[in-house]
Structures are given as C-alpha cells and as structure tokens.
C-alpha cells in the first residue's frame, strides 16, 4: 500500500494506445477551439456539435422525459446542455459541470472611428484582466454582431482565414522609448492606446476624415452598417490565427482562449459520452472574467429557472434536487512556471502534463471569495477519478499572500449545491496565447466522464 501522494505526470504513465488517444483527442479540441474565440461562437459551435448528435432545443416549460437530450441558448452567449438520465431526478440530483467560454480580449468602444495622421484606427476598451503590454504589435482578428437599424443582425469575423487582413496596435520603437522604459511594467501601455489600425488610403471625403471615410464606405458595402452602427453592436479584436503546437513533440498547444474553452470541451465531449443514468447539465457561461454579472452571467437567475422547469416536468420538487445536485466549475488553474517560481507554492502547485487540477479553493489571501468545497465533495470527486485510473493532481492559486483570482464556483454553491473547482493548469494564463498540455486536456475530459457516470 502506498501511504504518500505522489503526482504522477500524465505522459509516463500512458501506454502507447493511451497516448495516441491524447493526442486525437486535442484535434478536435483545437478545431472547437479555433471556432470559439468568443462566447457567441463557442455557442454556436456547441450548437453545431449538439445537433449532429440528435440534441434538440429546450424552452421553459417544456415537457421532458428520461433520454431527452436538449440544450437551451441564452441570448446567443451562454448555453446549457442537457441531458435527462433514467435515474429518479428527486433521488440523484442534477450532475452539472460549469465552465466559462468569455476570455480577455479588447471590446470596440460605442464610437471607436477615428483618423490621424494618415491611418484610421478603432478605439478599444479591453475586457477582463489582461496585461496591456502583450497586445500590441500581435495579429488581430475582428469578431462579433452589429445590429442594424431595423433589428438585422449581421455577423462579422475578419482576420482568422487565410487572405484576410489582420488589425495591429502599434508600439513605440526603443529609439525613442527611454521614457517609455522607465515606467512601471503595468503603466508602460496605457489603456487608451490600445487602438488598431483598420485603415489607410483615403475616400476623397471631407479634408481630415478621408481614411475614416473610406473605412465607412468598405463596412457598409459588406456589413450595411453606418457609424452609428458602432452602437449597436458588439465587437473586439482577439489574437489572430489558429492554435498550434508547441515543442518538437508537440506535446503542448499554443491558442488564445484556453482560459476556458480547455474546460468547456471536455465537459460536452463528457456529456455526449456519458452513460445516460444521471440527468446531466453542461454549462458555458458568459461574463465570468468580469463577476459573471449579467443575463447571460452565472449570477443570473437562468441556472436556477432550467433547474426547477426540467425538476416539474419530471415530478420533482426542485428544492431537493438542487439540495441532491453535484457540480464541478470547470476552470483552469496556474500551472507552476519555473521561470517565475517565487509566486508559486511549489508543493501546492499544479503542473503541466500531471493531469486535471482538482482545487477545492480559489479566492485571494484569507480565502476571501470563494467556494471552499467540503470534504464529502472533495472526497467523492476523487473516489470518481481513482475508481476510473484518472491521472489527476490538487493545486492552489500560488502563494497565500501572491495575489488571487476567482471562478463560477461560489454563485453556482449559493443555490444550496455541492461545488468543486477542477480545471487544466495554463501557462501564461491570459496573455493573447496560452499553453496548455494535450495530457491535461486529455486527463480533464476523463475526469469529467468519471464525474458523470458516478453513481
């Protein structure tokens, strides 16, 4: 008998068949991926990915019955996936696993057109925690909706396929950056200067606005948008291009978004593969880099609607299912970086490629804001994982005192049920492009499978 814990990395312990099964498993993880830089698209994709397996759109109210798979869009940024087992709903409550498909990126503001010498550029208010420095002078892509007057809704993606432009901040040249160099690592970019080039021959209109015009005029020719279309819209620049491998034996992707689309996959592909005994409910979530404010937030009433709808329907008291109910928030962790080791607490780190991080705390110095999952949950996740070989770890958020961060954890515990925070370490958690490892990716959609099929 083993008597102490040691983390095990993923890639020594997996035979040859397991291996190439890593690795299958990441193709379609990057072509989700590369689909899903925003909320809406990673909505649409999952749509996409539901219907080809026979899911069927949910509204409130609707009559459900054992073997149903459905799925509910909420205002095209945050979806749930459902799948309504045969075991008695009142009895084994809801397995429901919650990740967040929102990632930093830099929202248009309302009126963002404007020229200068020579060049147009789109004003930017960034979105999430971001560190300012990383974005100029990276290929963008320009992605969203704008609702034009009437209501139509067009889309808009420029940047990701190959013969379109890229957008691009620019930055200022070490010739002249002495003061530049000086400043504070956080203050060095502001944010007001993290406006993209969209432009630069004229239209021949009013003297001082020829560029601006002339961008004008190519939008409304493709999108019929106006200026003031700007308002009605919702649009940002995010990092450009697909994700890629990294290291000779490509054990590692590079991509924006991991932060936390490398959650979000697994618990569908976990969903679609489950045994179909327990009701489950998969969750992509908006706004969580913000507070998860919102209609389309987890601090949003839809969670708590869906729950009681579906218990009714099946004849059950929605309390007691909420009270019967486990959940894992699905979200990443700080994997150890040795580059960087004095913030972390190497013993409770997590590490790449030793597996999906079970953490039962987030939150910043004295655990302020969080969930801090019990000892039955934590206990009953990891008798999931041992029973099914899952090859897993435990982690913290680096040192006490080093800083903090938050997940969905906490609102989704507030409604009375059972929450633990599980997730794949990322490397440069987000920067415009993350690591993570196939392995983790691998480990975290089996640890998912395994949370599923308890029973």
């Not at 160099?181 to 956080?186: M, R, T, V």
């Not at 290291?247 to 045994?275: N, Q, W």
């Not at 079970?358 to 990891?382: I, L, W």
């Amino acid at each position: 008998m083993q008597y102490e814990y040691t983390r095990k990395n993923y890639f020594k312990e997996a035979d040859e068949a397991e291996l190439k099964a890593i690795f299958d498993y990441a193709e379609g993880y990057k072509d989700f991926l590369f689909t899903s830089k925003t909320e809406r698209g990673s909505c649409a994709t999952a749509v996409k990915l539901c219907n080809e397996r026979g899911y069927k759109p949910y509204m409130f109210g609707d009559s459900v019955k054992p073997g149903d798979k459905l799925y509910f869009v909420n205002r095209d940024k945050n979806i749930f996936i459902i799948r309504i087992g045969t075991n008695d709903i009142a009895e084994h409550g809801i397995k429901i696993m919650a990740a967040h498909v929102d990632s930093p990126r830099l929202d248009l503001k309302p009126n963002p057109l404007y020229e200068d010498a020579g060049l147009a550029f789109l004003k930017t208010h960034y979105y999430g925690g971001i560190k300012k420095y990383q974005w100029p002078t990276i290929p963008l892509a320009l992605q969203g909706v704008v609702v034009l007057s009437g209501g139509k809704r067009v889309e808009v993606n420029v940047g990701d396929d190959e013969g379109d432009p890229i957008f691009y901040i620019t930055d200022l040249l070490p010739h002249l950056s002495q003061e530049q160099n000086e400043q504070k690592l956080g203050k060095a970019i502001a944010g007001e200067s993290l406006n993209a080039i969209v432009g630069s021959i004229a239209d021949g209109g009013e003297e001082g606005e020829g560029i601006k015009s002339a961008v004008l005029r190519l939008l409304h020719d493709k999108y019929g948008m106006t200026e003031i279309d700007f308002q009605t819209s919702e649009l940002c620049f995010v990092p450009a291009g697909r994700p890629r491998d990294v290291g000779f034996d490509r054990a590692l992707i590079s991509a924006y978004g991991h932060d936390d689309k490398v959650c979000a996959y697994p618990e569908m592909t976990a969903l679609f593969e489950g045994d179909g005994k327990d009701t489950v409910m998969a969750i992509f979530a908006d706004k969580e880099e913000t507070g998860s404010q919102g209609v389309t937030g987890m601090q949003s009433r839809v969670i708590m609607d869906l729950i009681d709808s579906i218990s009714r329907s099946l004849g059950a008291d929605p309390i007691l299912v909420r009270y019967k109910s486990k959940c894992i928030s699905a979200d990443v962790c700080a994997a150890y970086d040795p580059e960087y080791s004095s913030v972390y607490e190497k013993r409770n780190s997590s590490f790449i490629s030793c597996g999906a991080s079970v953490t039962k705390y987030h939150g910043a110095r004295g655990k302020s804001s969080t969930n801090d999952a019990s000892a039955e949950m934590v206990g009953y996740v990891r008798d999931a994982l041992e029973e099914n070989g899952v090859v897993y770890q435990t982690g913290e958020l680096g040192k006490v005192d080093a800083g903090g961060g938050g997940t969905v954890a906490m609102f989704i515990a507030n409604l009375g049920i059972d929450t633990l925070d599980m997730g794949v370490p990322v490397l440069s958690m987000h920067a415009p492009y993350e690591i993570i490892s196939k392995a983790d990716l691998y480990s975290m959609h089996r640890a998912m499978l395994a949370f599923v099929n308890k029973h």
